[in-house]
Each structure stands twice: as structure tokens, then as C-alpha cells.
């Protein structure tokens, strides 16, 4: 490497064969240095390999930052406990979005347009009408939101600043829509008009749970809840789901289409599918004495259980997120008078895990999901829409990275490459000699 003024060497030279290449780093403003591999092919007829891009970076981004090994998490400079504490989802969604905090005038306008644009179209209700009764929600999530941009053309034309920011509002402000849609169609009831006079999270609780028959009571203790769950998963980086949203985005794809690409990549249980997946866990172990099997299982190579709701790709010390959920948790089971036995499991669950040898090894803590969906079981979420909720929270920052990539003068259309290990090249042989 040679020296540079900045914190660390300008360039690094790679020898490739008899050759000899240097490559520029480039400096984040927080975080580990980056080796610019763009001119490796050219120079050397090399690619490099990274399976699952644990070492790559794939654009740059102003928008969060994560330090892994010490389990900080900031959104546009902010640290999350301060963002969680005092903030709302609401601004923090205008601050992922625009860069900075709203003032007064800037919040009022922001919440007012996104209150204004909750309604669904008349006919995107019959979309619900197709689907079998028993559809999971984040198949009709996915789907309704891809069919936005059959509703929305106004909001197409990408070279347009407004439409770009008009159709980021809209994603914003229908996805609660839409998401209690899919909630109440899946067990057969009316779906919900928005209510305008509610802020973001009391509507969707309204439409959620709201009958015709009884007034609905809007709990202070689980609005707040959830408004943080939602602060909590609002953004995190490349994480799977963001990074599909680029790369669909990269292609010029409407953002329609690249949020609901990336809601099918958060359906998966390694990603957020991970809270559903927790509560069926600790559901399946059932009591504290079960514990110690469960982890034995989880150690196990050749059984392929895992403890949902443990590890993380970046977070080797522990997940910030995580330790605000799980005072949280206490807090919210306390305060609504709810005792859970699945906490107990939980509890011992953790407990357990944190002093064993393989995940202490492997630096496997609890994340944000081991706790979110016993949150959401006693705000009386269903399971099914566990992952919709987090769909919910992360939709900021999808749009966020949406629109930050759309103004990228070094967007291309993300296209990986390979490592082929199929058959050298063969000549194709008749049917009858084969
Ligand atoms: N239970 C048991 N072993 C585990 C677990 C787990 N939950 N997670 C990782 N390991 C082991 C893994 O078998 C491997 O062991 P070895 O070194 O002996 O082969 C080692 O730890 C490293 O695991 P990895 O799979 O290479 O790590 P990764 O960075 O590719 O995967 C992860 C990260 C989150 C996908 C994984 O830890 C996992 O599957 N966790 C359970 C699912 C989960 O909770 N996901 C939510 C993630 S946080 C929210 C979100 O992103 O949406």
C-alpha cells in the first residue's frame, strides 16, 4: 500500500501474474476503507469473487450507518437510541428521506401530504378479492404494491424530481393501507377507509382493528410501541431487502415495482421473515425446560435448525436495535398487564445462548426480530403479519435508498458476475445417439 494524506494509503497495488495494478481506496466518512475493484477486469481479465457480498460494497450511500463490531446504528448521522427515544417514525421516515430533520412547518407539510395520500384505489380492492382466504399477507402485500404502478402514472416519468418524491410519499403512505387490507380480507372482514384524523400509527391500528359494531378504543401504550418498532426497522443499510430495491431500482424500474421486489426479499426467514419465524420457535419449544434441547439442536451440523432471531451478517457484538426491543418488551408486556409464557422461554432462551461456547464464538446475539414479534403478539398482531409490520418500518428506508439512487451519478444497472462451473463447451449430439 503506499501513503496518502488521508487516514490511510490513496491506492493499493495488487499483483495479478506479472502484473501489476493499482487500485484507488476510497474513504467513507465513518467506516472501513474500500479497494475500488471497478478497473480489475479491464487491467488484469480478473473478476472477483464474494459470495453473498460480504466484502463488497455496492454503491454509496448517505443514509445509514452501521458499525458491527460496535453495534452502533445511525440514521443520517443520528444515533438510533437518540432517534428511538425522541423522535417519531414519521420524522424519522422525512429524515431518511430528505437528510435532515424537519423543522415545524416541514413536518406539518410531510405529514399533511402523506395523511392525504393513504386512500387505495376503488378497484385495487378487487386485487384482494382474488386471492384464496388463506393467502399469507406479504403475497398480497407484494402484489398490491407492484400494482400501484398500474394506478399511478403520474408518478412514472423517473427524470422528474416531484414524481420521483410523490411516488416515495405514496409508498409511504399506502403500505399501512394496504397492509391492514390484506390483514382484514384474510379473515373476512370489510376492509377500513383511512382516517385522516388519526396520525400514521393510530390509523393503521383503526384500520387493523376497527368493527362496525363496537367503537374501538386506541391505546396510548400500543401506538408508542408501535411507532418505535416501526423507528427500529425504518432502514439498515444494504440489507437484503434494500439492496433488491437497488437493484431492480438500477434497471429503471418504476418504484412501484422495485419496492415490491424488495418486500418478497423481507419475506425470507433469513431477513424478516425471521420475527414470524421466532414466535413459531419459541412456540415449538414451549417451556423453559425445553431450552437446553432447542440449543443443542441449533449446535447440531447436521440437523439444519437454526435459533431464529440469532446472528447477524454485520453486527458481531451486538444489535443496538435489539437491546431497545427487549426493554421495550418488558416495559409493553408490563404496562398492557400481559404475562406471556413464550417471554419465559425467551428469556431462557437468550440466557442460554449467551453463555455457550458456539455462539459465543461464532458472536451470535439476539437481533431485533428475537424480540419484535413477542411485541407484536401482545399488541395482538397476528403472526402472519409480523413480517408486514416490518415491511411497514423498512418502506423508509426503501424509498429513501430509492430516491438516493436515482440521483447517483455512478448508478449503472447492477449486474454481478460468476464463477461458471458448468461443461467446457460440447457439440450438441443427435437425440438417437445419445
Ligand atoms: N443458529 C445457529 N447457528 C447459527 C445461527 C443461528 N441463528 N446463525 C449463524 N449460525 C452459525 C452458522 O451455522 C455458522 O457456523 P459455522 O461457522 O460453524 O459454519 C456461523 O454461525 C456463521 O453463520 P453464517 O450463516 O455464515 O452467517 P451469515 O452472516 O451468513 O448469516 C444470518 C446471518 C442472520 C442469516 C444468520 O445468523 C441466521 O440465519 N440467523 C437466524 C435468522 C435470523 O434471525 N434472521 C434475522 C436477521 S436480523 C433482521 C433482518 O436482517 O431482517
Redo the contacts with the bound molecule.
Sequence with gaps: MSDSTKSGPAEVTLAAGDKNVVLPVQYPTLGAPCIDVARLPKETGCFTYDP?F?ATASCKSAITYIDGDQGVLLYRGYPIEQLAEQSSFLEVAYLLMNGELPDRNEFAKFEHEVTHHTMMHERLKNFFQGFQYDAHPMAMLAATVASLSAFYHDTLDLEDPEQRRLAAIRLLAKMPTLAAAAYRYSIGWPIRFPRNNLDYVNRFLHMMFEVPSEPLEMNPVVAKALDLLFILHAD?EQ???TSTVRLVGSTGANPYASVAAGITA?WG???????E??LKMLAEIGTPDKVDAAVAR??D?NDS??????????YKNF?PRAKIIREMTHKVLGELGIDDPLLEVAMKLEEAALKDD??VQ?K?YP????YSGIIYKALKIPTEMFTVM?AIGRTAGWVAHWLEQQVDPENKIGRPRQIYTGAATRDYVAIDRR
Design positions: 453473498g460480504t439498515h440489507n437484503a431487502s423481507l426467514p433469513a431477513h424478516g421473515g425471521a420475527n419465524a421466532v441449533a449446535k451440523k435448525f437454526r435459533l431464529m432471531g440469532f446472528g447477524h451478517r454485520v444489535d458456539y455462539f461464532r451470535l437481533n431485533v426480530d428475537f416490518f
